[in-house]
T-cell receptor, first 113, second 113 residues
Framework: SAVISQKPSRDICQRGTSLTIQCQVDSQVTMMFWYRQQPGQSLTLIATANQGSEATYESGFVIDKFPISRPNLTFSTLTVSNMSPEDSSIYLC??????????FGPGTRLTVL | QKEVEQNSGPLSVPEGAIASLNCTYSDRVSQSFFWYRQYSGKSPELIMSIYSNGDKEDGRFTAQLNKASQYVSLLIRDSQPSDSATYLCAVRTGGTSYGKLTFGQGTILTVHP
C-alpha cells in the first residue's frame, strides 16, 4: 500500500472563500482520485487526476468549482471554490497502486459557515 | 437502480458470531470488487479485494463473488467488538482493470459483547 498524507486535516471556512487541499504520496502513482463524503453518506467521486493531463470530472462536479492540479506523480491539490455550507464534507484523496487497489488518505474535514 | 447496493443496516451481531455483509451491483462487466472498513471519523481502509468467482479468505474475513448473480459478500468470522464499523462495498465498473470505484451506501456493523 501507499502512505498518503493530506493537508489540512480540518478547517473551518467562511462562505464565499476557497480552500486548497493537498495530497502527498510516498511513491509515484499514475492515478489519483478525489472523493467527497458528506455527513452520514458514502463516498462520491469528484474527479480523477492523472499527471500531465486535465482532470476528469464526474457528473455534477465542474472544474470551476473544484479545480485540480497534478504537477507530478506524488502530489495533487483540490480546491473548493466559492464555498457554501453545502460544501461541508470530508474530502478524501486516494491513489491506485500497481495492483489496481485504491488506498485513501486520512481526509480533510471541511466546515463552511 | 443504484449501481452498487448493500444490505440495509444497521447489523448487530454478538461477539463470536459470523457477520454477513452483502452487496449487489448492476454493471455486468465489472471486474474488480473491494471491501473497505471505515471507523467513525476515519478514512476507509481496504480489507479485501476479489476478482474471480468463488471465495477468498484472509484471516477471519472471507469475500465471496458470484459474477453471474452480480453479488459479492463479506463474512466476518468470530466477530469482535473491534469489528464494529461501517463496511463499504466498492466496485470497479466499466470492465477496466483500473480507474474509478463506485461505492455502496455502506452497512453499519455493531458487534456487542
Amino acid at each position: 500500500s501507499a502512505v498518503i498524507s493530506q493537508k489540512p486535516s480540518r478547517d473551518i471556512c467562511q462562505r464565499g472563500t476557497s480552500l486548497t487541499i493537498q495530497c502527498q504520496v510516498d511513491s509515484q502513482v499514475t492515478m489519483m482520485f478525489w472523493y467527497r463524503q458528506q455527513p452520514g453518506q458514502s463516498l462520491t467521486l469528484i474527479a480523477t487526476a492523472n499527471q500531465g493531463s486535465e482532470a476528469t470530472y464526474e457528473s455534477g462536479f465542474v472544474i470551476d468549482k473544484f479545480p485540480i492540479s497534478r504537477p507530478n506523480l506524488t502530489f495533487s491539490t483540490l480546491t473548493v471554490s466559492n464555498m457554501s455550507p453545502e460544501d461541508s464534507s470530508i474530502y478524501l484523496c486516494s491513489v491506485s497502486t500497481g495492483r489496481n487497489e485504491q488506498f485513501f488518505g486520512p481526509g480533510t474535514r471541511l466546515t463552511v459557515l | 437502480q443504484k449501481e452498487v447496493e448493500q444490505n440495509s443496516g444497521p447489523l448487530s451481531v454478538p461477539e463470536g458470531a459470523i457477520a454477513s455483509l452483502n452487496c449487489t451491483y448492476s454493471d455486468r462487466v465489472s471486474q474488480s470488487f473491494f471491501w473497505y472498513r471505515q471507523y467513525s471519523g476515519k478514512s476507509p481502509e481496504l480489507i479485501m479485494s476479489i476478482y474471480s468467482n468463488g471465495d477468498k479468505e484472509d484471516g477471519r474475513f472471507t469475500a465471496q463473488l458470484n459474477k453471474a448473480s452480480q453479488y459479492v459478500s463479506l463474512l466476518i468470522r468470530d466477530s469482535q467488538p473491534s469489528d464494529s464499523a461501517t463496511y463499504l462495498c466498492a466496485v470497479r465498473t466499466g470492465g477496466t482493470s483500473y480507474g474509478k470505484l463506485t461505492f455502496g451506501q455502506g452497512t453499519i456493523l455493531t458487534v456487542h459483547p
